[in-house]
């Protein structure tokens, strides 16, 4: 099943992205599978669909434990920021595997989770995935009651994010923690980077090796890349290649960060790079490896290392939590 299932999100992506950088949308939203929000519980788990910005199609899906045991247990819980992945071009919120995903993440851990619907490329290129994301931490930091839930704890909140949605969560943590705006009520607690998708002109060593495994290679991330950034940069600008951009160290609100990689992932190499580049920057960063791990193992529940990397988020955000002011 879980080969199938490999199978058959490689046949979409591939059937749907064009040789000259386009997409055909049609297509994509057919093959895409998605998961109705339901505000009655599933696995104890409500989903509600809430819109930042209608003019450019922002929204996001708040997840919550089952109102019930949310009210028996006065205590507050932790908030995830999360973007899903799919080379930011590809998937939404509602895509099943990530709906599935966050569901887990909410009672498993258990937290309150946003599941950001960002603008997707090439309509929409860089920065605009990075805009919507700080864009959606400003409306929940300014939100009174209108839309989170009670029992959340706004001054525990972790960013997340997967493959693409992985480098979105580092910029959008980059922007907020460098000042770019002042919250009231929202405090960067931690950064969660499950196999971040990280590149430059560089061909490194695990690229050029792993080109026979699911999900990535060298020409669908080269594709990403050239849909993505600006038209006529290449993989060296500053949102791919980001060793070769702003310095963290003197950013003293980059809160600590752990860093999911897989062994049979050909980014490897860029996501241990990226820890590596925050340990030399004096930032707090662990790395966990899993070495039999593909890209997106944590979609797949079937999968021994799904568990292991939850319960890592788990102890991550306990420790974190531990030591916030």
């Known amino acids: 099943m879980t080969r199938l299932l490999i199978a058959c999100h490689t046949i979409a992506v591939d059937f749907s992205r064009r040789s000259n950088g386009t997409i055909n949308r049609g297509l994509m939203n057919f093959l895409d599978a998605k998961a109705p929000a339901s505000a009655k519980p599933i696995k104890g788990v409500t989903s509600s669909d809430i819109t930042v910005d209608p003019s450019r199609n922002l929204w996001f899906r708040l997840y919550n434990i089952n109102p019930l045991a949310a009210a028996a247990d006065e205590s507050k819980l932790p908030i995830i920021i999360y973007f899903h992945g799919g080379g930011f071009s590809f998937f939404t919120s509602d895509t099943k595997p990530f709906d599935d995903f966050c569901r887990r993440l909410t009672s498993e851990l258990p937290a309150v989770v946003v599941s950001v619907s960002y603008r997707l490329a090439p309509e929409n290129r860089y920065p605009s995935q990075f805009d919507d994301g700080l864009d959606t931490l400003k409306f929940l930091d300014a939100d009174e009651g209108l839309h989170l839930p009670q029992n959340v704890d706004l001054s525990r909140c972790f960013i997340a994010g997967d493959s693409a949605g ?15 705006c002042e919250f009231k009520k929202l405090r960067l607690a931690g950064l969660i980077a499950i196999q971040p998708f990280f590149g430059g002109e560089e061909r490194t060593e695990s690229e050029l090796r792993l080109t026979n495994v699911p999900f990535v290679n060298i020409e669908r991330s080269d ?16 949102a791919a290649n980001i060793f070769l951009g702003a310095d963290v160290s003197g950013v003293e ?6 860093v999911f990689v897989g062994g049979f992932d050909p980014l490897q190499d860029w996501q241990k790079r990226f820890y590596e580049w925050l340990n030399k920057s004096g930032k707090e960063a662990y790395l966990v490896e899993y070495p039999n791990a593909i890209h997106a193992f944590y979609g797949f529940p079937e999968l021994s290392e ?13 420790k974190q939590s531990l030591t916030s002011p």
């Open 166 to 180: 992985g480098n979105i969560a580092h910029h959008v943590t980059l922007r907020a923690a460098m000042n770019h």
């Open 223 to 238: 594709w990403a890349w050239r849909a993505f950034l600006p038209p006529g940069s290449n993989r060296d600008h500053e």
């Open 253 to 258: 609100k980059y809160p600590a960060t752990i």
């Open 306 to 318: 799904s568990s292991l990397l939850v319960t890592e988020v788990r102890n991550f955000i306990q």
